[in-house]
């Protein structure tokens, strides 16, 4: 069975930035493409970031475009996602989750795997 941590959400400040991490358990983690969804309260969970399995392709949705950047390194079977110019919009659980093929897939149904996410929190 597949585990998907998260870590380093956290409280900061409209205009600040975060890290945020997942490491998974599998031997497999360097073949599969990697993603990051997010869900606001009382809003639909939704696609933020995905990257290839080698780490060379990365796919934004258009609201963290040029501020939020996905990768991964495949030696310590982790990805990471460096969210910059955090706004109070970004507020929501991020949640790391894995599909089964290696090319970057954005929606949630092809998703076979997820983290318990981790709470990020922007203040204005």
């Known amino acids: 069975q597949v585990q998907l941590v998260e870590s380093g959400g956290g409280l900061v400040q409209a205009g600040g930035s975060l890290r945020l991490s997942c490491a998974a358990s599998?031997?497999?983690?360097?073949?599969?493409?990697m993603n990051w969804f997010r869900q606001a309260p009382g809003k639909e969970r939704e696609f933020v970031a995905g990257?290839?399995?080698?780490?060379?392709?990365?796919l934004y949705s258009d609201s963290v475009k040029g501020r939020f950047t996905m990768s991964r390194d495949n030696a310590k079977n982790t990805v990471y996602l460096q969210m910059n110019s955090l706004q109070p919009e970004d507020t929501a659980v991020y949640y790391c989750?894995?599909?089964?093929?290696?090319?970057?897939?954005?929606?949630?149904?092809?998703?076979?795997?997820w983290g318990k996410g981790t709470l990020v929190t922007v203040s204005s």
């Open positions: 989750a894995r599909g089964e093929t290696s090319s970057i897939i954005r929606t949630m149904r092809a998703m076979f795997y």
């Open positions: 599998d031997h497999t983690f360097s073949v599969y493409a």
């Open positions: 990257i290839n399995w080698s780490g060379d392709s990365t």
